[in-house]
Each structure stands twice: as C-alpha cells, then as structure tokens.
C-alpha cells in the first residue's frame, strides 16, 4: 500500500535559499542517500555555508560518518539530500569536492516538500512490522485499565494509527491519553506518550484488502525524547521509495 505523503514541489529560489539557510544557522541533521539495489544507503551531514551568489553550499559529515559520505559520493555527478526537520527533499548537482572533508553542491533549480505535515508518514500496515502495546483507562463493560498490542497502520514521527474491531472502537474517544505507549520495530523499542486525535471507519475495498468494517484509531505523539524521535526520522525514510520520484521529476 502507497504511503500517504503528498508532496509540493517548491522552485522559488528565495525560498529554497531560506530553507537551506535555515537548516545551516540551526545546525539541523541532514542525511545524504542513494538507492543501490533495493536498499537505501544514508549518511549523515550538516551544512556548513552558503555561497548565494555561486548558488551553492557546502555540506560536511557529521562525526564517524566521513567514510560512509564519502562512499555515497564516489563517481556520483549528484546527490540526493534529506533534511527530516523540514521534511525537505532534493537532489543536488556535485560542483568540487574535498573529501572526505567538505562537499561543494550547486543549489537545486526545485526542492520537494511535504505539504501539510511536518514529516513523513510511512504504511506499515499488513508487515507486522510495527506494534505498539498500552493500557488504557475503560469504562465499558466495566470500569478498569484494558491492555491492547496493535500492529500499526502507519507511522510517523508525529504519530501513529491503528486498526480495531467495533466492540473495541467503543473503548476508544478523540483526546484519550495514551500514556507509556511501548513502540518496537525490529531493531528497537521506546516508550512514548500520546493521545487520540482521530476515530474513522474504514470500509472493505479493492485497495485496502480488508475483510470486514474496522476502525481506524490516528494517535499524535505528546511525548517522545529525541532520541526516538531521531530514530524514527531515519527508520522511516530508509523504508521509503514510492515517494521520491518527486525530486526528479
């Protein structure tokens, strides 16, 4: 199944300066990648200048990623950039290089961008991939703590969503908490909090291959330290490819 990230292509040259600036005076993480083969190999930078009028900017790698940026640099006329904080994809012409130290790279014509969100969202569902066990505070049948362990629909590093049955569904309102939600990929698990922002119903159909009627339960992070979030930025964009033929086209 496709994941849901509708992208805007940005061209404005004020604008794509304005963000590349922006990422340089924060010092925010960029990631430089390339597909090979199915998999997608990342390495980690950070802008160190901007020359406006060469049009370009120079990226250095972060500490003990020298050699893996160097690698993906390797015969390479561009490079493809992702900067998560601003959910920011672009592909960069290569101008000089002085590896394994610093990379010049022209700034691009066009950047693409999630519009409407501030990160990707990533389709889990049907891999198994993905589960998040909580208790949750219930007043039917009975007054009490429930406990559940979802497999997710999809991810973010925002937030999360899941499937439930109708009987289930009734446990569930807009604004619950969902304190110390245990979140587990197969290399990792953090805890996390957060809180019900959304209840829909999702009928059978062609594209979903669901069986019967269920209940889609969208949940937004409240808490969730850095490192998680770190995490979770670079586990998603690695299993992404369907979405980034927007900066080539």
């Known amino acids: 199944m496709a994941n849901d990230n509708k992208l805007k292509k940005v061209s404005d040259p004020a604008m794509i300066y304005s963000l590349l600036s922006t990422a340089k005076e924060l010092g925010t993480e960029v990631y430089v990648w390339r597909l090979i083969g199915n998999r997608k190999v990342m390495g980690s930078v950070r802008i160190e200048a901007l020359r406006k009028l060469r049009s370009d900017f120079s990226i250095v790698p972060q500490e003990g990623n020298s050699q893996a940026v160097q690698d993906l640099f390797g015969g390479q006329n561009f490079i493809d950039l992702y900067i998560p904080d601003s959910a920011l994809l672009l592909r960069c012409n290569v101008k000089t290089t002085d590896a394994p130290a610093r990379y010049y790279l022209q700034i691009p014509e066009f950047v693409a961008q999630v519009e409407r969100r501030k990160s990707f969202r990533l389709n889990v569902y049907g891999s198994g991939e993905v589960n998040a066990s909580f208790s949750k505070t219930v007043t039917t049948p009975k007054p009490g703590t429930q406990q559940f362990s979802k497999n997710l629909y999809d991810l973010s590093v925002g937030g999360f969503s899941f499937y439930v049955s109708r009987l289930e569904a009734k446990l569930f309102q807009a604004g619950d908490p969902l304190p110390g939600v245990l979140l587990k990929t197969g290399t990792w698990k953090g805890k996390i909090s957060a809180k019900v922002s959304m209840i829909r119903e999702v009928e059978p159909d062609v594209h979903n ?23 979770l930025e670079v586990y998603i964009f690695e299993r992404m490819k369907s979405d980034l033929h927007a900066i080539t086209m």
């Open 209 to 231: 291959g669901l069986q019967y009627k269920v209940w889609r339960i969208s949940c937004k992070f409240t808490e969730i330290d850095e490192v998680g979030r770190k995490y």
